[in-house]
Structure formats: C-alpha cells, structure tokens
C-alpha cells in the first residue's frame, strides 16, 4: 500500500473529539509548524530529498513528512507524486509562497499562517490582501428570490409563474 494512503486511512481514523484523536492531531500540527519554520526560512530553496531523508532530517516519522507533502501539495510551483510516495522517492518541494500562505488562510491554520517567518517572505499588505481574497471567496452570495409575478428573468416578458416558474 502507498505511503499516502497509510497516512490518510492512520489520520483520519482518529476521532477529533477524543481524547487520543486531540493529542495525535496536536502533535501533528507542532511538527508541521516546526518544519514550516524551518523551510519559511529559505522560501526560494526547494526542499529536497527522498522521504526517509525528510523523515530523518526533521526527526519525525515517515507518515508525518506524508501527511505533511499531502498537506502542502497544493501550494507548490510543481506537483509531487504523492499517489506513488515510497521511503525511496525522491521529491522536490517547491513552495509557491502567496498560494501557501492563501491555504494557510483558508484552512484556518492560525498557528502556520501567523508564523513570524512570514515577516520576511511577504509585506504586511500582501498578507493582508490574500487573507481578504480568501475570506472572500468562501462568501456566499444569494442572487434575489425571483417572486412568482415578477417578469421572467429568461426576457420572454410573461410573469415567472406562467413561464419558467
């Protein structure tokens, strides 16, 4: 079975209102936000290496650097071939940092996308404007209720009801 799936059949087995399920994810999002730190440091340097390396050089487990390139895959410049991740794959992690920090918004990662790090990376206002356009795009915007003896909005000129109604 691929890396990948293991990681999603193991992660989201746990239940997030338990107990264990609350410490596993927990735990998960402090690596996360470590190698965040880590790699927000040198934005523009791809994060190289076969998995175990990764696994090895943030002193984690090979699941936790899968959940993490599950997580961050679509914030990258290149895809990564997650179906196929092996220990031995070697990939490539080169982070498009406005789609990343648009993500980070969006799935609500606080802790990820209030890292100092950012400071660095995007102005203030930049930070500002994607977080906005974020927001923004989640909002749901109702078209008015066409009531049944308005005129027909397909332009025929009878009453809704005796139309499209």
Not at 50 to 76: H, N, P, Q
Request: aromatic letters at 10%.
């Amino acid at each position: 079975m691929a890396l990948l799936q293991e990681w999603r059949d193991f992660a989201y087995s746990h239940d997030d209102n338990s107990k264990e399920g609350q410490q596993f994810w927990l735990g998960y999002f402090s690596i996360e936000k470590g190698i965040y730190q880590e790699i927000l440091k040198t934005p523009d340097q791809p994060l190289e290496g076969t998995v175990k390396e990764l696994a090895e050089r943030f002193d984690t487990e090979i699941s936790m650097i899968v959940g993490f390139l599950d997580g961050i895959s679509e914030s990258l410049k290149e895809a990564i071939p997650l179906d196929t991740l092996e220990e031995d794959t070697f990939v490539s992690v080169k982070i498009d940092v406005e789609k990343l920090y648009y993500n980070m918004v969006g799935a609500r990662a606080e802790w990820l996308y209030e890292l100092p790090e950012w400071d660095n990376i995007l102005s203030e206002e930049k930070r500002k404007e994607l977080y906005r356009e974020q927001k923004s795009s989640t909002t749901v915007v109702k078209p008015p209720k066409i009531g049944r003896n308005d005129p027909c909005p397909c332009g025929s000129g009878k009453k809704y009801k005796k139309c499209c109604g």
